[in-house]
């Protein structure tokens, strides 16, 4: 369920930030946002899950979306500074992708319920990925980038509370842990 606010946000994210930066950066960010994105959950989120739990992790990088969104509100309109902070937000929702697909398999380990999981992060990813941009584009439009900063840590702190929920609802009924995540 975490993985909606995950698809909500990014693909929105992609699509209008490079529209709405300081002029000159746009091009930049748009092409190294995916890349920040698939090199750190590729790198660093494989060698963090080495070390701790995937939910951990994902709520770890929705915390750091949410320091990243605030640096880029602190420092919009400044150019290189904005843009490494669009990176760090790029950086932190790369671990949250990364540490979902693996938290499918340490959270359901009979093959028939990661399927059952894997059909609903796919469905969950459809819904936020259609939902994201038309509602980012909205906000941006009548509230600006304080708008979009709400947006982002409003759906990041929501990605940590489902994951907070879903986990004490793991521990108080372990039979149900299927597609639980």
């Excluded at 900063?149 to 990041?156: A, E, G, M, P, W």
Aim: a positive charge; aromatic letters at 8%.
């Amino acid at each position: 369920m975490g993985f909606v606010c995950y698809t909500v946000t990014y693909v929105a994210l992609l699509t209008l930030l490079p529209g709405a930066v300081t002029p000159g950066w746009g091009g930049f960010i748009a092409v190294a946002m995916p890349l920040v994105s698939i090199g750190v959950s590729l790198s660093l989120g494989v060698w963090l899950l080495s070390r701790v739990a995937a939910v951990q992790l994902v709520q770890g990088g929705f915390a750091l979306g949410i320091a990243g969104s605030l640096a880029l509100r602190v420092f919009w309109g400044q150019g290189a500074l904005e843009a490494t902070a669009a990176l760090a937000v790029a950086a932190a929702v790369g671990i949250v992708q990364g540490a979902s697909f693996a938290a499918l398999a340490q959270l359901n380990p009979r093959a028939e319920d990661r399927a059952l999981g894997s059909g609903a992060i796919a469905q969950l990813g459809n819904l936020g990925t259609t939902a994201g941009t038309p509602l980012l584009a909205l906000i941006l439009a009548k509230l600006g980038v304080n708008g979009m900063t709400v947006f982002l840590v409003v759906f990041f702190a929501l990605g940590i509370g489902i994951h907070a929920l879903q986990a004490r609802r793991r521990r108080n009924f372990p039979q149900q842990t299927a597609i639980a995540g």
